[in-house]
């Protein structure tokens, strides 16, 4: 079997790597794993993220409000154009084939999802969604906290990817190293004109603990990058022989979800992906640039999921949309929307149970012309911690936020 | 919705050195051995790794002649005392006008293009200053004939931390960073007086829109906690009260400091157990009389330049050196880098080199004054953007710096760096003769001060020799200078090179 060519050859090897009371040593002491078939092993998470804020009323389109038409004089959608949800709601058009999907009951929708004094810098929301810490500075992401609490094998290569230039931090992790690979091609060292020998020397230095001094960081600086090394040689091999069934749109997310797919299929025990499309930051002629990335979301979607369960991957594989905020309920002069508060969020795919879900917040009581949110967005973080990645949610995301009942 | 917890904090001391502390000489002038190692150690700490002659020079100096290089500024200057910005605010202004004159939802809109060219014309040069800052401040690290300067302000710049982020011009964050400079080793009270004043921190934290009619009190709450004090030493009320004595620091139209005398709450406060009417400036000074600031300040500076997770008795050993002298940093840097835990083998390379000091040691190691484009694109790959640190609290540092993909755009960088490197003096003095075990030896020795072990050092050997691959021809006059540069590349991948 493939799966253990990148397995570190002797776990217990790690140990000698510095000194016996390094970082690494302690991680495999303190880590039991988890390798219970069938069980929160099996199951990926995929999170999805809508950089640059996207409008979120035009997204889930609530058509039965007169509200909506009167803050939407120019971009509202004409109500006989939106994708009826029920008499209230409805999916804006660009997502006809992400409507399929949820008319086959695999996507639930939460409306009005935020948090409390919302911050509407990119930077500063962005960090708060991905830390889940609106009133804290973080250094790691709640996915990284999950991963550091789930006693993953320390020794596998690809427990969790960033399909991104920079890992994102929402993956940062005190004790698993995330891979951050924008597409296969590519990944890795760069040429250089001996590579053999530079190989073998790389491999060389991980297990060189015979330097004349300690640090508290070296074993830990080794093996990441002997992970990195190894990761990046191995993972075009491992993913070889994967053959997606369907086609999807040649862009970013079309390849990124393609490549996700591939990664699942070839079963390394990746347990969450990270996924990227953008910008939604549409202050000007918002309709043109957000039609154009809903449709390409909703297109590779329903490739992925295609592909997915021509593999038999699909029930096993749930992802979650996010994006830093909505737009401010009013369009501006410029046919363009500014930065807002709540916005819908997204679950597709295994384990969800279909429907609409959460409160669609009130055009008529808004906060200095935001909406206010209805479900906190660590409510649903919590449902997935504990429902899908069978982890207690209170350590990672902080306690007292109510699941939400969209998880099987 | 019950209110909010955290998730628990890392493991404490996770990456404290392992072996004993001997505090009672800790900060006792450091008298043990004197050679390479250690000179090459005070110039990754104090400077930025420096040229092997650097190394050499302060080898021959001794322990306190070096360190008084570092302490005694040379003459920068020759060095551009700032870049050369394009100035955004005609962009800014053009595209302020056009959005004013949009007019209410319902009439005709302006035209998208007119906007959309503006803000285009806003984006790039906005760009093109972050450019020039970024290019600026690197290069100056690079070639600063006083290294122990541009460390100081790249420590203040992640603790006292402003992005050019909120509409902040580019020139309000270079004159903060000069500001930096300008007190490197002056008096933490006296800059966390001026930081209160500084433009770009009054945008970034608030204190502009901080007025007696609606208190903001973003920069009151993370002066205290994160600036100088840290959670736990003051209280909600303090954030309050303090708040109210910021009220009336604010900016005028061309973004200069200005006290507006009408938005400042003249009321009486209680602020750390002191009652009167406060000013911004009382604040400062009664935080500065607070132990906790010189336990804070000691802590910040003893992870940036000693070792990570310094024990509590060492903490506050440093906090009475500072505040013995009242605050002064030059005093207290100067018995800090002569001092046995400076030099001691638990601070020894018991730091990860933060992004900055790997490609600024880089350049220095091979003599390239100037950095490119290429080094910018790696910093941000490898997680440090200058003038765009990540939030309030600045870098995190030590085990953050480490990740697959940071590791991976080291070693591409040193490989770039190797690859395109013009001038091959450096090359010439690493062949020694062509011998390849002498050759591994003098680059060794010249990159890692000789902290390599025997299997990786016969690793190099090999390579250099192109023992058992095929394709590579023995060492020879011909692939001297390729060997060795792919040579010095590896030796770059060094777990140790990428410690401090």
Redesign the interface.
């Known amino acids: 079997m493939k799966r253990t060519a990148f397995l570190l050859g002797a776990t217990s090897g790690l140990a000698l790597v510095g ?1 016996a ?1 390094g ?1 690494f040593a302690r991680a495999l002491a303190q880590a039991p794993l988890d390798t219970a078939a069938g069980s929160a092993a099996d199951r990926v998470l995929v999170i999805v993220n809508f950089q640059g804020g996207n409008d979120g009323l035009n997204t889930v389109v609530p058509f039965g409000s007169p509200a909506y038409y009167k ?1 939407r ?2 971009l509202g959608v004409p109500a006989n154009d939106v994708l009826r949800i029920n008499d209230s709601v409805g999916l804006n058009p660009a997502l006809k084939a992400f409507k399929d999907m949820y008319d086959k009951g695999q996507v639930a929708i939460v409306q009005g999802v935020g948090y ?1 004094n919302p911050d509407y ?1 990119h ?2 929301s962005t ?1 708060i969604w991905q830390t ?9 992401g ?1 996915v990284g ?1 999950y991963l550091d609490s789930a006693g993953l094998p320390p020794a596998n290569l690809f427990n969790a990817i960033a399909i991104a ?3 994102p ?1 929402v993956m ?1 992790a ?1 004790r698993v ?4 690979i924008a597409q296969l091609n590519g990944y ?3 040429s ?3 590579k ?3 190989r ?3 491999h ?2 991980v ?12 074993a ?3 093996q ?2 002997d ?3 190894r ?2 040689e191995e993972l075009p091999k491992l993913v070889a022989d994967y053959k997606p069934a369907g086609t999807y749109p040649a862009t970013p997310i079309g390849r990124s979800l393609a490549l996700a797919a591939q990664v699942i299929g070839s079963k390394l025990g990746t347990r969450v992906l990270y996924v990227q499309l953008g910008s939604f930051d549409t ?3 918002q309709k043109g640039t957000q039609d154009r990335l809903l449709a390409d979301f909703a297109d590779s979607m329903s490739a992925f999921y295609a592909d997915l369960a021509a593999h038999g991957d699909d029930k096993r594989v749930l992802t979650m949309t996010f994006s830093e905020f909505g737009r401010r309920v ?6 363009g929307t500014d930065h807002g508060s709540a916005a819908p969020v997204f679950l597709i795919g295994g384990g969800t149970k279909g429907g609409l879900y959460g409160r669609q917040p009130s055009l008529d009581d808004l906060d200095n012309g935001n909406l206010r949110f209805t479900t ?1 967005f ?1 409510s649903i973080y919590a449902t997935v911690l504990e429902k899908w990645l069978q982890r207690p949610s ?8 109510d699941q939400l009942p969209l998880l099987t | 919705m019950a209110a909010p917890t955290s998730a628990p904090p890392p493991p404490a001391a996770l990456y404290r050195p392992a072996g004993q502390l001997d505090l009672a000489t800790a900060l006792e002038p450091y008298a043990g051995p004197w050679g390479v190692r250690q000179a090459a150690h005070l110039w990754r700490r104090a400077g930025f790794g420096g040229s092997p002659d650097d190394v050499q020079r302060a080898t021959g100096l001794g322990v306190h002649a070096a360190v008084d290089g570092f302490i005694r500024f040379g003459d920068a200057s020759a060095l551009p005392a700032q870049p050369q910005l394009v100035d955004d605010r005609p962009n800014r202004d053009q595209l302020k006008m056009l959005l004013a004159a949009a007019p209410q939802a319902g009439a005709p809109p302006v035209p998208d293009e007119a906007l959309k060219t503006a803000r285009q014309a806003l984006g790039r040069a906005h760009v093109r200053d972050l450019v020039a800052m970024e290019t600026w401040f690197l290069d100056r690290m690079i070639a600063s004939p006083a290294p122990l300067q541009e460390k100081m302000t790249l420590f203040m710049h992640g603790h006292f931390t402003s992005a050019y982020q909120k509409g902040i011009p580019a020139q309000a964050l270079v004159n903060q960073n000069n500001l930096f400079r300008a007190n490197a080793l002056g008096n933490l009270r006296d800059l966390t007086l001026k930081v209160s004043q500084d433009p770009a921190m009054l945008r970034y934290l608030d204190n502009a829109q901080n007025n007696k009619a609606h208190p903001n009190e973003n920069y009151a709450r993370e002066l205290m906690e994160l600036f100088t004090l840290g959670i736990g030493n003051y209280t909600e009320t303090d954030v309050r009260e303090s708040a109210r004595s910021f009220t009336g620091w604010g900016l005028t139209r061309d973004f200069t400091f200005q006290n507006f005398p009408v938005r400042h709450d003249d009321g009486t406060k209680t602020f750390l157990g002191r009652t009167g009417n406060f000013t911004g400036a009382d604040i400062v000074q009664i935080i500065f009389t607070q132990p906790a600031a010189g336990t804070w300040f000691a802590k910040k500076l003893l992870e940036f330049f000693v070792y990570s997770d310094p024990e509590p008795a060492l903490i506050d050993t440093v906090a009475a050196l500072i505040r013995k002298n009242d605050f002064n940093l030059q005093p207290v840097m100067s018995t800090v880098l002569r001092s046995n835990v400076f030099y001691s083998e638990r601070a020894y390379r018991a730091l990860v080199k933060s992004p900055v000091e790997f490609v600024v040691g880089s350049y220095q190691l091979f003599g390239i004054r100037q950095s490119d484009l290429v080094a910018l694109g790696a910093l941000r790959r490898m997680g440090q953007i200058l003038f765009v640190p990540p939030n309030v609290k600045g870098w995190d540092g030590g085990a953050a710096w480490l990740n697959s993909q940071t590791l991976l755009t080291r070693e591409n960088f040193a490989s770039g760096l190797m690859a395109k490197m013009g001038d091959t003096t450096w090359m010439q003095r690493m062949m020694t003769s062509m011998d390849p075990a002498g050759v591994s030896r003098a680059l060794t020795a010249t990159i890692l001060q000789g902290d390599v072990s025997p299997a990786s050092t016969a690793h190099l050997t090999a390579y250099l020799d192109g023992t058992g691959v095929s394709a590579l021809a023995a060492l020879s006059g011909e692939n001297a200078d390729e060997r060795i540069r792919g040579a010095a590349y590896l030796t770059m991948a060094m777990p140790a090179y990428q410690l401090a």
């Open positions: 000194h009371d970082f803050y004089p120019s409390p810098s930077f500063r960090e889940a810490a609106p009133q804290q500075y973080l250094s790691t709640w906290r230039d920079v890992l931090e940062v005190n190293d995330v891979a951050a890795g060292l760069t250089d004109k001996n053999t020998l530079g073998d020397a790389f060389s230095f297990s060189d603990n015979d330097v004349p001094f300690r640090s508290p960081y070296l830990q600086v080794a990441i990058e992970h990195a090394q990761g990046a202050h000007t002629t009013a369009e501006n002069g410029s046919r906190d660590r209170s350590a990672i995301v902080g306690s007292g936020f």
